[in-house]
Nanobody, 126 residues
Framework: QVRLVESGGGSVQAGGSLRLSCTASGRTYNRMAWFRQAPGKEREGVACIIHDGRTRYADSVKGRFTISKDNAKNTLYLEMDSLKPEDTAMYYC??????????????????????WGQGTQVTVSS
């Protein structure tokens, strides 16, 4: 059974840091990503990493968030620094077996990802 389990969410003050983890069991993915969804808003792509290690970030998090993957542990990470209140959301891990060549913006569309975790809440207070 395929599972993606996120951890590491919590509450932090603006300017603080958090590290999210997503451990995959059941399969090894060729691409993985983090998405987030705030109340009343659509789910949006935050960062992704593809099979060759290249990454893409949403403009809103560039320079503050870092996505990485430990292949030996089959675990995805999101290091979040300089957090802002607008980063408050439920953060979801997503993964897909399919290869994606290039890093066009369409890779960040939720419809292009097959497997999802249950989410972990991140709350940033001002």
């Amino acid at each position: 059974q395929v599972r993606l389990v996120e951890s590491g969410g919590g509450s932090v003050q603006a300017g603080g840091s958090l590290r999210l983890s997503c451990t995959a069991s059941g399969r090894t993915y060729n691409r993985m990503a983090w998405f987030r969804q705030a109340p009343g808003k659509e789910r949006e792509g935050v960062a992704c990493i593809i099979h060759d290690g290249r990454t893409r970030y949403a403009d809103s998090v560039k320079g503050r968030f870092t996505i990485s993957k430990d292949n030996a542990k089959n675990t995805l990470y999101l290091e979040m620094d300089s957090l802002k209140p607008e980063d408050t959301a439920m953060y979801y891990c997503a993964a897909d077996l399919g290869y994606w060549y290039g890093l066009s913006p369409t890779i960040m569309a939720p419809a292009n990802w097959n497997d999802w975790g249950q989410g972990t809440q991140v709350t940033v207070s001002s």
